[in-house]
């Protein structure tokens, strides 16, 4: 891995973790200290970073991490669901190999073990799992490309808004269904499912975001 492919990871994480939180600002002589690295590579990373929507660069002004809106994630929502109602569509209508329905049941397992103990962080790192494993079910690379482009953005509404929100006891149980829907290959009740459960999250995270004062951007 290069400097550079390793400064968009690390800073990448950083972002959607919340570590570098929305609105904060970095000279580029900051964030390379942080990575301990020089700041030809990050300013490159800033560059993909950029086209990515995390952050803006400002001459003169240094690197601006971008805030998340609740206009952002209803647009987000709109088409991620579409995008992962189609995948579990499509994978609901061919066979699960062992391998996939192993890690599923464990991303699955992990969701319960963290609520068990009120680990909101290791339950939305399973949580997301659990929806790149559903996208990878329906076996179309473009597809997995094109959600992936959003999933930053959604983990990051994600962290933010984990510990404002109820125990996420239903999310657990609504992944439940949509596999076992899966599993018995009902297609059209696979997509229904998924819609359902994207939809509530929307709402949930959307009214979060506006009451904690995310509804500008």
């Known amino acids: 891995m290069s400097q550079t492919q390793r400064a968009v990871r690390d800073l990448r994480e950083m972002i959607v973790n919340n570590h570098l939180p929305p609105g904060s600002n970095y000279l580029e002589t900051e964030l390379a200290e942080m990575l301990g690295m020089s700041r030809t590579p990050v300013r490159e990373a800033v560059i993909v970073l950029e086209s990515q929507g995390l952050v803006e660069s400002r001459p003169r002004r240094g690197v601006r991490v971008l805030p998340l809106s609740a206009r952002d994630m209803e647009e987000i929502y709109e088409v991620l669901t579409e995008l992962e109602a ?5 994978a609901a ?20 073990l ?10 939305a790192e399973a949580d997301k799992r659990f929806h790149d494993l559903l996208v990878q079910l329906a076996g179309n690379g473009r597809l997995s490309a094109i959600v992936d482009s959003f999933n930053d953005q959604v983990h990051r509404a994600r962290m933010l808004t984990v ?3 109820p125990s996420p006891t239903k999310s657990n149980q609504d992944h439940r269904d949509l596999f076992n829907a899966i599993l018995a290959g009902d297609a059209a009740k ?14 949930l995270i959307i009214g979060l975001l506006e009451s904690h004062g995310f509804h500008q951007v």
Do not use: C, F, Q, Y
């Open 190 to 203: 696979a997509r229904a499912l998924h819609v359902r459960h994207r939809t509530e999250a929307k709402n």
């Open 86 to 90: 189609h995948a579990a569509e499509r």
């Open 163 to 165: 510990r404002l929100r």
């Open 114 to 123: 963290a609520l068990a103990r009120d680990d909101r962080e290791a339950w």
């Open 93 to 112: 209508s061919a066979p699960i190999k062992a391998a996939d329905r192993e890690a599923v049941e464990t991303a699955l397992r992990d969701m319960d």
